[in-house]
């Protein structure tokens, strides 16, 4: 998959897992990414897990990368 196929792609993540998203590229770790959104660390890491396998990708690096060129995209 191409980094313009993984960047259309986004358009596949819920709204929730966009904010999580949006977290991670902003450095957030999974506890404070619980806290922000009043989850557990679990659940966080659930939804990472399904960002992952949706979007193909191996890393929160990754995810962090296609938020930030997403975003700039559609700006």
Do not use: Y
């Not at 709204?15 to 999974?30: S, W």
């Not at 890393?59 to 700006?75: H, I, K, P, W, Y």
Request: glycine fraction near 6%; proline fraction near 1%; aromatic fraction near 2%.
């Amino acid at each position: 998959m191409t980094v313009g196929q993984q960047r259309g792609s986004l358009d596949r993540l819920t709204a929730r897992e966009m904010e999580i998203a949006r977290l991670v590229r902003d450095g957030r770790t999974n506890r404070q990414i619980a806290r922000a959104l009043g989850l557990s660390t679990k659940t966080v890491e659930a939804h990472l897990s399904r960002i992952f396998a949706k979007l193909s990708i191996p890393s929160r690096t990754v995810l962090a990368v296609l938020v930030t060129t997403g975003d700039r995209m559609a700006a």
